[in-house]
């Protein structure tokens, strides 16, 4: 189950995470007491450090710049370690390294042999499948799949990261569908593409430091499926987006379990690989500060995370989920009730983050073991955020300028609200529902209805305005053609640069056939 408080065994005993200030100067790290700083040499010396080590490649854009992780021995209370050190001025911060776990996929039922579409309940529910008598479902208590793929079935530019166990990579089903590091030569043992990584084609496997993210639990291979399993090939079923790549990221080891570390460090390759979305189906119930601040460096980039709340049945929305600007999903059942286990009372957790809900119980999944098994389902807000995360990656394919906070409206004006327990899912946002129960198709239709704006059109704007309001993103240069997308402004030569929320005053117009633009905040 997920980390709950501060108590033996939520967080890896013996470590630590800091955050140093950014004054500090740290020559040397391979020599714990001889570091070139002589309060931290007396702190490592007398607690008896083990080895403290940068906790990424140590690029000075990246929030994790400055972050290094400290070993001890595992008799010393880390509790007592995080004290004495954040106490010495050196840090901005110091935490523990917690665990993390995979959002439960409750097995529920083994289904008939005879495997199709019709068991794709949260697709497309006519309400004849009734899972062996478990459910009464409920007609349209689905996301309406089969009218979103009449609009968009996916674009294989779109590369979603999947930060879980891991994937089976020769499943028929997942034929094609796994991202490729084209900059690699397999096998040659060498970096390549000098990412830090050797021989990573397919992703990274953290839990082991390896290139091969195979899945040794099952719950990556299930989220995978669900996402992106092959359409229309006459095995098994279909998974949201059948076009877009997975880029494999294993960070949850054969018992479900991973920690801060291996999340964070899994989150940079994916922003370095350039992945779209990244799909968190795990979570604890700490705020992290060094998870926040990377993953509010990949929204910053314009990458979109998806995470779910947990299956505890509780109002406590599990971390990441519960982050400023992640697209927060819930899970509901074939009749759009929450998803409550029948069994074991767990269900779908709400709370005041919670963005929006998707089918989560009883949904088929791709097994790990055996290629030809299509009989296995599972229940939990894991699948339910697989199923956003492939819409999300359809919204992506059909207009891939949106940015998301654009990508969030959409979802939220889409969704249908008012389908599910009247005592829960009342009239707009709700702490159990969120905005509602999730609609591929008018998300998508709402997607297709977001026009760019072209720079003929700024220039107007522009021309008529005192002052020009911008969101998101990171920086503001002096003269760069602004694009009105809300985060991005493109340079003359087309690349991308972030821009600083604020109001910014025209100081200057510089008329030119590109429609560059001097301002200044």
């Given at each position: 189950?997920?980390?709950?408080?501060?108590?033996?065994?939520?967080?890896?005993?013996?470590?630590?995470?800091?955050?140093?200030?950014?004054?500090?100067s740290?020559?040397?790290?391979?020599?714990?007491t001889?570091?070139?700083?002589?309060?931290?040499?007396?702190?490592?010396?007398?607690?008896?450090?083990?080895?403290?080590?940068?906790?990424?490649?140590q690029?000075?854009?990246s929030?994790?710049?400055?972050?290094?992780?400290?070993?001890?021995d595992?008799?010393?209370p880390?509790?007592?370690?995080?004290?004495?050190?954040?106490?010495?001025?050196l840090?901005?911060?110091?935490?523990?390294?917690?665990?993390?776990?995979?959002?439960?996929?409750?097995?529920?039922?083994?289904?008939?042999?005879?495997?199709?579409?019709?068991?794709?309940?949260a697709?497309?529910?006519?309400?004849?499948?009734t899972?062996?008598?478990l459910?009464?479902?409920?007609?349209?208590?689905?996301?309406?799949?089969?009218?979103?793929?009449?609009?968009?079935?996916?674009?294989?530019?779109?590369?979603?990261?999947?930060?879980?166990?891991?994937?089976?990579?020769?499943h028929?089903?997942?034929?094609?569908?796994?991202?490729?590091?084209?900059?690699?030569?397999?096998?040659?043992?060498?970096?390549?593409?000098?990412?830090?990584?050797?021989?990573?084609?397919?992703?990274?496997?953290?839990?082991?430091?390896?290139?091969?993210?195979?899945?040794?639990?099952?719950h990556?291979?299930?989220i995978?499926?669900?996402?992106?399993?092959?359409?229309?090939?006459?095995?098994?079923?279909?998974g949201?987006?059948?076009?877009?790549?997975?880029?494999?990221?294993?960070?949850?080891?054969s018992l479900?379990?991973?920690?801060?570390?291996?999340?964070?460090?899994?989150?940079?390759?994916?922003?370095?690989?350039?992945?779209?979305?990244?799909?968190?189906?795990?979570?604890g119930?700490?705020f992290?500060?060094?998870?926040?601040?990377?993953?509010?460096?990949?929204?910053?980039?314009?990458?979109?995370?998806?995470?779910?709340?947990?299956?505890?049945?509780?109002?406590?929305?599990?971390?990441?989920?519960?982050?400023?600007?992640?697209?927060?999903?819930?899970?509901?059942?074939?009749?759009?009730?929450?998803?409550?286990?029948?069994?074991?009372?767990?269900?779908?957790?709400?709370?005041?983050?919670?963005?929006?809900?998707?089918?989560?119980?009883?949904?088929?999944?791709?097994?790990?073991?055996?290629?030809?098994?299509?009989?296995?389902?599972?229940?939990?807000?894991?699948?339910?955020?697989?199923?956003?995360?492939?819409?999300?990656?359809?919204?992506?394919?059909?207009?891939?300028?949106?940015?998301?906070?654009?990508?969030?409206?959409?979802?939220?004006?889409?969704?249908?609200?008012?389908?599910?327990?009247?005592?829960?899912?009342?009239?707009?946002?709700?702490?159990?529902?969120?905005?509602?129960?999730?609609?591929?198709?008018?998300?998508?239709?709402?997607?297709?209805?977001?026009?760019?704006?072209?720079?003929r059109?700024?220039?107007?704007?522009?021309?008529?305005?005192?002052?020009?309001?911008?969101?998101?993103?990171?920086?503001?240069?002096n003269?760069?053609?602004?694009?009105?997308?809300?985060?991005m402004?493109?340079?003359?030569?087309?690349?991308?640069?972030?821009?600083?929320?604020?109001?910014y005053?025209?100081?200057?117009?510089?008329?030119?056939?590109?429609?560059?633009?001097?301002?200044?905040k």
């Amino acid at each position: 189950m997920c980390t709950v408080g501060l108590f033996a065994g939520d967080f890896v005993e013996g470590k630590f995470i800091a955050k140093f200030k950014p004054h500090i100067s740290i020559k040397n790290h391979q020599e714990v007491t001889s570091t070139g700083n002589s309060t931290l040499d007396s702190l490592n010396k007398n607690f008896h450090c083990s080895g403290f080590s940068p906790l990424s490649t140590q690029d000075a854009n990246s929030p994790l710049y400055g972050v290094y992780t400290f070993k001890f021995d595992k008799t010393i209370p880390v509790e007592k370690l995080i004290a004495v050190y954040m106490a010495s001025g050196l840090f901005l911060y110091v935490e523990p390294d917690y665990i993390n776990q995979g959002n439960s996929i409750e097995q529920a039922l083994t289904l008939p042999n005879d495997q199709y579409f019709f068991r794709q309940w949260a697709l497309h529910n006519d309400a004849t499948y009734t899972m062996n008598g478990l459910y009464t479902p409920k007609e349209d208590a689905d996301i309406d799949m089969p009218e979103a793929w009449e609009i968009e079935k996916g674009d294989s530019s779109v590369i979603i990261a999947i930060l879980d166990s891991g994937c089976k990579m020769d499943h028929p089903e997942l034929a094609g569908r796994i991202w490729r590091n084209e900059a690699e030569i397999p096998g040659n043992g060498i970096d390549d593409d000098n990412n830090g990584f050797i021989d990573d084609v397919n992703g990274w496997d953290f839990i082991n430091n390896d290139n091969d993210p195979t899945d040794d639990h099952g719950h990556g291979t299930a989220i995978a499926g669900t996402i992106g399993a092959n359409y229309n090939n006459e095995i098994g079923f279909a998974g949201v987006n059948p076009n877009a790549k997975i880029m494999v990221i294993k960070v949850l080891d054969s018992l479900k379990s991973g920690n801060t570390e291996l999340a964070v460090r899994g989150i940079e390759y994916a922003i370095k690989m350039k992945a779209k979305i990244l799909n968190f189906s795990l979570g604890g119930t700490k705020f992290i500060q060094t998870e926040n601040d990377i993953i509010q460096h990949a929204v910053n980039n314009k990458i979109i995370v998806v995470a779910g709340t947990g299956n505890n049945n509780s109002e406590q929305i599990l971390y990441p989920a519960a982050f400023e600007n992640v697209i927060t999903v819930g899970a509901t059942s074939p009749n759009d009730n929450r998803y409550i286990s029948a069994d074991t009372k767990d269900g779908s957790n709400y709370g005041n983050e919670i963005d929006i809900v998707a089918p989560g119980a009883y949904i088929v999944c791709l097994d790990k073991s055996d290629n030809n098994k299509y009989t296995k389902c599972g229940s939990g807000t894991s699948l339910s955020t697989a199923l956003v995360t492939g819409v999300v990656s359809l919204l992506l394919s059909k207009n891939p300028d949106l940015t998301p906070a654009q990508v969030l409206e959409i979802l939220q004006k889409s969704a249908d609200d008012q389908v599910g327990d009247p005592s829960e899912d009342t009239q707009g946002w709700d702490k159990y529902y969120g905005w509602g129960r999730l609609n591929a198709h008018k998300a998508l239709q709402l997607a297709s209805s977001v026009k760019k704006i072209n720079n003929r059109l700024v220039k107007q704007v522009i021309d008529n305005q005192k002052i020009l309001m911008v969101n998101g993103g990171l920086f503001l240069t002096n003269t760069r053609n602004f694009a009105l997308n809300g985060t991005m402004l493109l340079n003359k030569n087309g690349s991308k640069t972030g821009v600083a929320a604020g109001v910014y005053v025209k100081e200057k117009l510089q008329i030119t056939n590109y429609g560059n633009y001097k301002l200044k905040k």
